[in-house]
């Protein structure tokens, strides 16, 4: 059974960048997909992003793409959320996701992290 461990959260000004990571352990990395959901205050959790198991294959939301990238380094077990052109409205627990399917907006992960809050204000 995999591990999740979210870092990278914190403050960031709309129209500013942040960069999420998310540390696996606990299973071979790269036989999962991993992902990206996020949970705003008083809403359902959303899908965010999703990679295959090589990286070679990506999928977003339509409220990210073109200013969100998923990456993953199977050499450090750890997937990334780069986060462009932030919104205030995009303030949210963001958690890092896992399975060895895919999953996305009506299938979701097996496994989750604990999330790691971002918020998006000057």
């Known amino acids: 059974q995999v591990q999740l461990l979210e870092s990278g959260g914190g403050l960031v000004q709309p129209g500013g960048s942040l960069r999420l990571s998310c540390a696996a352990s606990g299973g071979t990395f790269s036989s999962y997909a991993m992902g990206w959901f996020r949970q705003a205050p008083g809403k359902e959790r959303e899908f965010v992003a999703r990679?295959?198991?090589?990286?070679?294959?990506?999928y977003y939301a339509d409220s990210v793409k073109g200013r969100f990238t998923i990456s993953r380094d199977n050499a450090k077990n750890t997937v990334y959320l780069q986060m462009n052109s932030a919104k205030p409205e995009e303030t949210a627990d963001y958690y890092c996701?896992?399975?060895?399917?895919?999953?996305?907006?009506?299938?979701?992960?097996?496994?989750w992290g604990q999330g790691t809050r971002v918020t998006v204000s000057s």
């Open positions: 990679i295959s198991w090589s990286g070679g294959t990506t």
């Open positions: 996701a896992a399975a060895k399917r895919l999953f996305g907006v009506t299938r979701l992960p097996d496994y």
